[in-house]
């Protein structure tokens, strides 16, 4: 078992009932969810000791979260409560060729305006064994990203490895307001996880494919791991490829550069698609835990893509998968025939 912290925006997401519009609603479930979150719930299910840092609200709606974490066994000491909001997102979920929407209603969240006093990350980074951030929280305000950076100051400290999703959002900031925050804080990662729009958005690179189209050949994505990886001596490299078929139709796989070879996953065409949102996060905690495990890299890319390919199949943010299901995933076990 190993120590894992996350850091980043717990939210509420609450959405319509199966595939119906925003319109047609009358009611709403609500789940938990958000990138780092996401990551902390798929590594405690795979049985690491997993730390998640947020600010929650004192009320009720905070806590109503906080003990959605508490239910996957993941530790909330660390978790600053105050401010008066949890951020919220509405998800409609859609199909065929009509695509999801998300709309976020997360302005002036607890965690946006926490200051650097509500975390003490040397005692967090103390004994951790691994950091997981993405580029949604230095994305909610200035301050944010100041303490994502210490963060990653404290966690180089005490020896912890650091990986970050780029997840780009271009609701939150822009493109310009991504590169010069985050190249910045690329000195301190040691895995950098993220897609082809993430890459260009977030870094400023340029793919030469035609993501629309789904064009997801890996002679047009191993140029820009290799610069990726000259550019800030990465240890990994590792980018997610999507081909986006239909809503519910897509083909998913991922591609990882050690600095020395490529390394390609095995591919999974995943039809019909339950819900899709949480899926690059259930990739980065397979990801994680298969390194975590000592798995050689070519097994532990296969396994962040089984447990991605898995969380197509579930409903909500959280990758509820166990270890057992992906690997037999892993192995071709894709019949979906009934356990008795």
């Given amino acids: 078992m190993a120590k894992v912290v996350t850091f980043g925006e717990l939210m509420l997401r609450l959405s319509p009932s199966n595939n119906d519009r925003f319109v047609q609603s009358h009611q709403f479930s609500i789940l938990p969810g958000g990138g780092e979150a996401n990551v902390a719930v798929s590594c405690a299910i795979l049985g690491h000791d997993v730390y998640y840092v947020t600010k929650l609200p004192s009320h009720e709606i905070g806590t109503l979260a906080l003990d959605a ?3 996957h ?4 000491q660390f978790i600053a409560r105050g401010g008066e909001r949890i951020g919220l997102y509405y998800a409609e979920t859609g199909s065929a060729f009509r695509p999801s929407k998300v709309i976020y209603d997360r302005a002036h969240s607890a965690i946006a305006q926490a200051d650097a006093e509500d975390f003490d990350f040397d005692t967090i980074m103390r004994d951790a064994d691994w950091f997981h951030w993405t580029g949604i929280t230095p994305a909610l305000s200035p301050q944010l990203a100041q303490i994502v950076k210490q963060a990653c100051q404290a966690a180089k400290k005490h020896g912890v490895k650091i990986s970050v999703d780029l997840n780009y959002r271009n609701k939150l900031w822009t493109s310009q307001q991504a590169i010069q925050t985050m190249r910045p804080l690329m000195e301190y990662v ?6 082809e729009e993430d890459a260009a958005k977030c870094l400023g690179y340029t793919v030469n494919a035609n993501i629309q189209c789904g064009e997801t050949e890996h002679k ?4 820009l791991l290799k610069q990726m990886m000259q550019d800030f001596g990465f240890q990994l490299v590792v980018t997610t490829l999507r081909e986006s078929y239909s809503a ?15 390394y390609y996953s095995q591919y999974y065409d995943i ?7 949480g899926a690059g996060d259930a990739f980065a905690a397979g990801l994680i835990h298969g390194l975590l495990s000592d798995m050689p890299l070519q097994k532990a890319l296969d396994f962040g893509v089984a447990a991605s390919a898995l969380k197509h199949t579930i409903v909500g943010d959280f990758n509820l998968s166990s ?11 894709t019949n979906g025939r009934v356990q008795r």
């Fill in 69 to 71: 974490l508490r239910s």
């Fill in 190 to 195: 040691d895995v950098c996880i993220g897609n």
């Fill in 323 to 333: 270890q057992q299901e992906i690997v037999a995933l892993m192995n071709g076990n």
């Fill in 271 to 277: 039809n019909p698609i339950v819900d899709r949102i």
């Fill in 248 to 262: 519910t139709h897509n083909g998913w796989k991922a591609l990882l550069y050690d600095g020395h070879e490529m």
């Fill in 220 to 223: 047009h994505y191993e140029p």
């Fill in 73 to 76: 066994g993941i530790n909330t």
